[in-house]
């Protein structure tokens, strides 16, 4: 069981910088691959990047590669997001999850994910 708590979110203009933070909890959590989602309102749920557990596998959606970076401490159970030249598309809900899985196939799907968090609201203003 993985409990996931997102943190960072916020309003912002266009072309400024946030952090995302999620906090993980659980004995495994080097075990799990996580992965960073967003939904805005009237859209369905998107794939934005994952990380694999064993860090082999880092992938980003299209949209935002060369803006957005993640990564793990696995130390401190946390996974990141920093997201760069944010746009007024990237405004929405961004959940972190978990899942088991590592192929760079797997973790790009949201339906491989097993734990969710609950969300934290990202605004960019134009």
């Known amino acids: 069981q993985v409990q996931l708590v997102e943190s960072g979110g916020g309003l912002v203009q266009a072309g400024g910088s946030l952090r995302l933070s999620c906090a993980a909890s659980g004995r495994t959590f080097n075990t799990y691959t996580l992965g960073w989602f967003r939904q805005a309102p009237g859209k369905e749920r998107e794939f934005v990047a994952t990380?694999?557990?064993?860090?082999?596998?880092?992938i980003y959606a299209e949209s935002v590669k060369g803006r957005f970076t993640i990564s793990r401490d696995n130390a401190k159970n946390a996974v990141y997001l920093q997201m760069n030249s944010l746009k007024p598309e990237d405004t929405a809900v961004y959940s972190c999850?978990?899942?088991?899985?590592?192929?760079?196939?797997?973790?790009?799907?949201?339906?491989?994910?097993?734990?969710w968090g609950q969300g934290t609201q990202v605004t960019v203003s134009s």
């Open positions: 999850a978990a899942t088991l899985h590592s192929s760079a196939y797997a973790i790009s799907r949201r339906e491989n994910y097993d734990y």
């Open positions: 990380q694999s557990w064993n860090t082999l596998s880092t």
